[in-house]
């Protein structure tokens, strides 16, 4: 089951660093990714013409996928927001999630748990892409006042609490990656079910063209995602297509949308059909 392994940092550099170290220890470049992807300042990338919610939006929403709200989605995109910088390893094998938490715990990553309980001692209740990114003076302020929370007896407290629990006080995180697992009710069909049902799609759609079926199997699944979603429920899919579009390319930068999109189309509309039967 493939998981994803995430690390916030507030250090670009730092984030840089321990992505150099997972591409130098054998880690694809596809399945490394760091966000933003190159280092700027953060007043100038809150004055930007691009709304922060577009830049970052698909890149979450490939993690955890198209739920409206997400509570650890709303974190990863507000450190975002507040000037930090996430990086994210994807990690098949269980060695190679622990190579990656290992190599990645050593770059100081910011506890994200704690700093989001922190924002909402604060007033935070969520992510808003209405808000715009914090410029670098409201930062700075930000992450003071935080440090000086970190000495509070409520901080403490809460820290002792959560060690108590066997809880990690700080480090990266590790989350299935969206979509790895049947998106409907077991009573619907078994994955053998779908797999002898999406190659027998797979061979009269794209047969003839020469490719394999291994090569479209993650559309399908993709696609049976969708229904059950809150979002998607009672979709259309002429409305939803440029949202599907974007977050596939952002997620799968090596497969194009205009070649997958009828297994995606396809995946969806199974689910669909057999919940309404």
């Given at each position: 089951?493939g998981?994803?392994?995430i690390?916030?940092?507030?250090?670009?550099?730092?984030?840089?660093?321990?992505?150099?170290?997972l591409?130098?220890?054998?880690f694809a470049?596809?399945?490394?990714?760091?966000?933003?992807?190159?280092?700027?300042?953060v007043?100038?990338?809150?004055?930007?013409?691009?709304?922060?919610e577009?830049?970052?939006g698909?890149?979450?929403?490939?993690?955890?996928?198209m739920e409206?709200?997400h509570?650890?989605?709303?974190?990863?995109?507000?450190a975002?927001?507040?000037?930090?910088?996430?990086?994210?390893?994807?990690?098949?094998?269980?060695?190679?999630?622990?190579?990656?938490t290992?190599?990645?715990?050593?770059?100081?990553?910011?506890?994200?748990?704690?700093?989001?309980?922190?924002?909402?001692?604060?007033?935070?209740?969520?992510?808003?892409?209405?808000?715009?990114?914090?410029?670098?003076?409201?930062?700075?302020?930000?992450?003071?006042?935080?440090?000086?929370?970190?000495?509070s007896?409520?901080?403490v407290?809460?820290?002792q609490?959560?060690?108590?629990?066997?809880?990690?006080?700080a480090?990266?995180q590790?989350?299935?990656?969206?979509g790895?697992?049947?998106?409907?009710?077991?009573?619907?069909?078994?994955?053998?079910?779908?797999?002898?049902?999406f190659?027998?799609?797979?061979?009269?759609?794209?047969?003839?063209?020469?490719?394999?079926?291994?090569?479209?199997?993650?559309a399908y699944?993709?696609?049976?995602?969708?229904s059950?979603?809150?979002?998607?429920?009672?979709?259309?899919?002429?409305?939803?297509e440029?949202?599907?579009?974007?977050?596939?390319?952002?997620?799968?930068?090596?497969?194009?949308?205009?070649?997958?999109?009828?297994?995606?189309?396809?995946?969806?509309?199974?689910?669909?059909d057999?919940?309404?039967?």
């Amino acid at each position: 089951m493939g998981n994803t392994v995430i690390g916030v940092y507030d250090s670009y550099t730092q984030a840089q660093n321990a992505m150099n170290e997972l591409l130098s220890s054998g880690f694809a470049p596809d399945d490394v990714q760091l966000n933003p992807e190159q280092e700027m300042s953060v007043a100038a990338t809150a004055s930007g013409s691009e709304p922060h919610e577009s830049r970052i939006g698909h890149f979450f929403r490939s993690l955890f996928g198209m739920e409206e709200k997400h509570p650890q989605r709303d974190a990863y995109m507000e450190a975002v927001r507040r000037g930090s910088c996430v990086l994210t390893v994807n990690a098949e094998l269980d060695e190679q999630r622990d190579r990656a938490t290992e190599i990645m715990n050593r770059y100081d990553p910011v506890d994200i748990e704690e700093r989001s309980t922190f924002w909402r001692s604060q007033g935070w209740s969520g992510y808003d892409d209405s808000i715009p990114v914090m410029s670098e003076e409201d930062v700075l302020k930000e992450r003071a006042s935080y440090a000086q929370s970190r000495d509070s007896d409520s901080m403490v407290n809460m820290q002792q609490n959560r060690g108590q629990a066997g809880q990690p006080r700080a480090g990266v995180q590790v989350y299935q990656r969206a979509g790895e697992t049947p998106a409907y009710d077991p009573s619907i069909g078994s994955i053998d079910d779908d797999d002898a049902d999406f190659r027998r799609h797979w061979q009269s759609a794209y047969g003839q063209s020469g490719g394999r079926y291994e090569d479209y199997d993650a559309a399908y699944r993709y696609g049976t995602t969708l229904s059950a979603t809150e979002r998607f429920k009672s979709y259309r899919w002429e409305d939803v297509e440029p949202d599907l579009r974007n977050d596939w390319e952002s997620s799968h930068p090596g497969s194009t949308w205009d070649k997958v999109k009828d297994a995606v189309r396809y995946g969806a509309q199974r689910v669909k059909d057999s919940i309404r039967h």
